[in-house]
């Protein structure tokens, strides 16, 4: 059974940084594209970044280039998401996804990242 | 980019009642690769990640009960629930796969009448 834990939200300020994980389990998590998705209080599910299943090909949302970072340890079957110079606008719940040609297949149950001061 | 529109904003539907949720693309997202629409629908309940419907426009995920249903092509999209049901109640959210950034419609809060 597929299972992905996503961990390291918390409060952060603004201009700060945080490093989310994704421990995933129950797939060959190497043969696999994952992305980030995110769903800010009240709003709807944003796409934030994608990487490919040997980590060379990364994709961002505009709003977050430059300042997150996707990437994957295919020997610890973990993504990542670093996010330095949070805004206000990142605060959400950030959910890690098995990506597929048609979708998300598997999610996880998500992390809150709040940024305020 | 694509932007995706989903109408309406939310739905209050009877019990065994029929829903139905449309989604228009600003662009298609056929891929001519396969001549499939990489059209995904999302349902999400509160406190729960999103759980796949339907991808390609109309293949029912395995698992998910036959009232729910996906139809359309091109650029204009539904998802139908044939008999509402109370575990229906959801935010149900369109999605585009087909080019960067990959986005999804605002939602469609449905709720029981």
């Known amino acids: 059974e597929v299972d992905l834990v996503e961990s390291g939200g918390g409060l952060v300020q603004p201009g700060g940084s945080l490093r989310l994980s994704c421990a995933a389990s129950?797939?060959?998590?190497?043969?696999?594209?994952m992305t980030w998705v995110r769903r800010a209080p009240g709003k709807g599910l944003e796409w934030v970044a994608n990487?490919?299943?040997?980590?060379?090909?990364?994709k961002y949302l505009d709003s977050v280039k430059g300042r997150f970072t996707i990437s994957r340890d295919n020997a610890k079957n973990s993504l990542y998401l670093q996010m330095n110079s949070l805004r206000a606008e990142d605060t959400a719940v950030y959910y890690c996804?098995?990506?597929?040609?048609?979708?998300?297949?598997?999610w996880g149950q998500g992390t809150l990242v709040t940024v305020s001061s | 980019d694509i932007v995706m529109t989903q109408s309406p904003d939310s739905l209050a539907v009877s019990l065994g009642e029929r829903a139905t949720i449309n989604c228009k693309s600003s662009?298609?997202?056929?891929?001519?690769?396969?001549?499939?629409?990489?059209l995904v629908w999302y349902q999400q309940k509160p406190g729960q990640p999103p759980k796949r419907l339907v991808y390609?426009?109309?293949t029912r995920e395995s698992g998910v009960p036959d009232r729910f249903s996906g139809s359309g092509s091109g650029t204009d999209f539904t998802l139908t629930i044939s008999s509402l049901q109370a575990e229906d109640v959801a935010v149900y959210y369109c999605?585009?796969?087909?080019?960067?950034?990959?986005?999804f419609g605002q939602g469609t809060k449905l709720e029981i009448k």
């Open positions: 996804a098995k990506t597929v040609i048609y979708g998300y297949d598997s």
């Open positions: 129950g797939f060959t998590f190497s043969s696999y594209w």
């Open positions: 990487i490919g299943h040997d980590g060379s090909a990364k």
């Open positions: 662009q298609s997202v056929l891929d001519n690769s396969n001549n499939k629409d990489n």
């Open positions: 390609w426009a109309s």
């Open positions: 999605h585009q796969g087909f080019s960067a950034p990959y986005t």
